[in-house]
C-alpha cells in the first residue's frame, strides 16, 4: 500500500539557518515523489518532483530509494518560506493513488 | 487553461441539508482526486476518480459520502444530511495520468451550522 509519512508537525527555525523536512514513504514499485506547498490563503501548489531534480526557491529533494525518503532541504531559511509543506506520492500503475503525507508546518522566526 | 475551479468557494449548510461540491479539472486532464482539510491538519484523501469511474474511494466516509465524475460536466462530491464534523475545507486536484503532477483547486470552505 502507498503511504507517506512526515515525522515532524510543525518545525521552527531561524531565518538564514538550514532546514530539512523530512518525507519516508512506502510503495511497492517505482513511485513518482512531490513536495507541494501551501501558503498562507492560497492553493497547494507544486514546489518540486523528484525526476525534474531542479531546485525551486533555494529548495532541493533527492530521492534515496535504499532508506524510502525524499527530504526537503534549504541551506538557508527565509521568512517567506514560512508555509505548509506536504509531501505526496504518486504511481504510474493502474488504480495507484495520489497521496499526501500529514504536512509540516514550517515557521521561519525572524 | 483557466485551472482547477472548485465552485462554491464557501458553502455554510444547516445541520441535516445537503452539500454539493463541484470541481471542474483543467482541460484535457481525466483524473480527479478530493480531498479534506480539517482546521490545522493535514490533508486527508477521500476519493480518486477517472471520467465515470470511481477508481480509489478508500478515504470515503462510508455512509453520506458519494463522488462522481461524469462524462460530461465536473466533478461532484456529495454530502447528505450534513452534521458538524463535516466543516472543512475540500480540495479537488486533477491530472492528466498516473504519476504525472496533479494541480490543485482553491477549495471550498464548508461550513455546517
Known amino acids: 500500500a502507498q503511504r507517506v509519512t512526515q515525522p515532524e508537525k510543525l518545525l521552527s527555525v531561524f531565518k538564514g539557518a538550514p532546514v530539512e523536512l523530512k518525507c519516508n514513504y512506502s510503495?511497492?514499485?517505482?513511485?513518482?515523489l512531490f513536495w507541494y506547498v501551501q501558503y498562507s490563503r492560497q492553493r497547494l501548489q507544486l514546489l518540486l518532483r523528484h525526476i525534474s531534480r531542479e531546485s525551486i526557491k533555494g529548495f532541493t529533494a533527492d530521492l534515496n530509494k535504499g532508506e524510502t525518503s525524499f527530504h526537503l532541504k534549504k541551506p538557508f531559511a527565509q521568512e517567506e518560506d514560512s508555509a505548509m509543506y506536504y509531501c505526496?506520492?504518486?504511481?504510474?500503475?493502474?488504480?495507484?493513488?495520489?497521496?499526501f503525507g500529514p504536512g509540516t508546518r514550517l515557521s521561519v522566526l525572524p | 487553461n483557466a485551472g482547477v475551479m472548485q465552485n462554491p468557494r464557501h458553502l455554510v449548510r444547516r445541520r441535516g441539508q445537503e452539500a454539493r461540491l463541484r470541481c471542474s479539472p483543467m482541460k484535457g486532464h481525466s483524473h480527479v482526486y478530493w480531498y479534506r482539510q480539517l482546521p490545522e491538519e493535514g490533508l486527508k484523501f477521500m476519493v480518486y476518480l477517472q471520467k465515470e469511474n470511481i477508481i480509489d474511494e478508500s478515504g470515503m466516509p462510508k455512509e453520506r459520502f458519494s463522488a462522481e465524475f461524469p462524462k460530461e460536466g465536473p466533478s461532484i462530491l456529495r454530502i447528505q444530511q450534513v452534521v458538524r464534523g463535516d466543516s472543512a475545507a475540500y480540495f479537488c486536484?486533477?491530472?492528466?495520468?498516473?504519476?504525472?503532477?496533479?494541480?490543485f483547486g482553491q477549495g471550498t470552505r464548508l461550513t455546517v451550522v
Open positions: 510503495y511497492s514499485g517505482s513511485p513518482e
Open positions: 505526496a506520492l504518486s504511481g504510474s500503475n493502474y488504480g495507484q493513488n495520489f497521496v
Open positions: 486536484a486533477s491530472s492528466p495520468d498516473r504519476g504525472a503532477e496533479a494541480f
